[in-house]
């Protein structure tokens, strides 16, 4: 999990961003290739599904990639917040993506079983050369997923961690291929529509948390029980802050705007409470690289307008010197 509070400067988290998207474009771009043309000429209806996977993956790490390059752009008069946003949209995309891959592998398999039971099923020829490419897919899968899973999080990119829960997903679903070949070479083909429909089902939860998360962060929503904690602690240790009502804010990719609503002494001055709401926002941009931008608002604080005349509770009136 990313530390929310730290993050890397713009221009070294949009480096490790394209890189790690370019790599995973690289790697699936030579997997799909493989896998179809050893699918293709092994006769094996596991490992060319599992390259038509790989082909999939790439027409939607073409899509990251685009969506990632618009995201690193900087801050406009129609976009004054920036556009980190995209990486938020792209991940709707990419969840997407898996679920309807998910849901493709599932039907495959599952008339890949009535098939079977209808006699209709491929026969399956020498699958030696098919075993060791779905073999070497996993390995290499699972050093894509934890590099580009560690690169997700040293730059607190969500892109970059849901591209890595994509890679191992494909591991998942090269070791069913993997498991497929084998058993159909020992005369049991029931296996691999097997393997294959349990990870699809896997493969299609993945994708619905995806969307889930990034239509979240999409949506104005509190910043998370945690960080709001921190912030509420953050402004109580100006003396004139009363009380903190309210932390709100909304999302632009790993970034987040803050709408804060603090509680003074009604006797304040207008000026004084400017004051107080600038050390508020001046606080919180300084100890939180996460955060982008504060809009504080201040008013009497609820104590003094609940109650008449106000309990103890309710703090005197700190004055600057």
């Not at 948390?209 to 998370?224: E, F, H, K, Y």
């Amino acid at each position: 999990m990313t530390d929310e509070s730290k993050i890397l400067p713009g221009a070294e988290r949009t480096r490790k961003g394209m890189f790690g998207v370019n790599i995973g474009l690289f790697a699936n771009t030579f997997l799909a290739i493989i896998k179809t043309v050893v699918g293709l000429t092994a006769h094996s209806p596991a490992l060319l599904a599992d390259g038509i996977n790989s082909i999939s993956d790439v027409a939607y790490g073409i899509v990251v990639k685009i969506f990632m390059q618009i995201s690193a752009r900087p801050a406009d008069k129609e976009h004054p917040y920036g556009h980190d946003r995209m990486e938020s949209i792209a991940a709707v995309a990419v969840g997407s993506f898996i679920m309807a891959t998910g849901i493709s592998i599932f039907w495959s398999a599952i008339s890949s079983v009535i098939g079977q039971f209808r006699g209709t099923a491929p026969e399956h020829s020498e699958l030696s050369l098919a075993l060791y490419v779905a073999v070497g897919t996993i390995v290499l899968k699972l050093f894509l997923w934890l590099y580009t899973r560690r690169l997700g999080r040293e730059s607190g990119n969500n892109m970059l961690l849901v591209l890595a829960t994509d890679h191992r997903n494909d591991t998942l679903s090269s070791f069913a291929a993997a498991l497929g070949i084998f058993f159909s070479r020992e005369g049991y083909p029931w296996v691999d529509p097997l393997a294959g429909a349990v990870v699809a089902i896997i493969i299609l939860f993945t994708g619905i948390d995806i969307v889930r998360d990034a239509s979240t962060d999409l949506m104005n929503s509190s910043p998370g029980a945690e960080l709001t904690e921190r912030i509420r602690n953050m402004i109580k240790e100006i003396p004139q802050v009363i009380d903190v009502e309210e932390i709100t804010g909304h999302r632009f990719g790993v970034y987040i705007v803050l709408n804060v609503v603090i509680g003074v002494h009604p006797t304040l001055w207008v000026a004084e409470g400017n004051v107080v709401a600038t050390r508020v926002e001046k606080k919180i941009m300084s100890e939180l690289d996460i955060v982008r931008r504060v809009f504080v608002h201040y008013h009497p604080a609820k104590c003094f307008r609940n109650e008449t005349p106000p309990q103890k509770r309710c703090i005197p009136l700190t004055r600057e010197p």
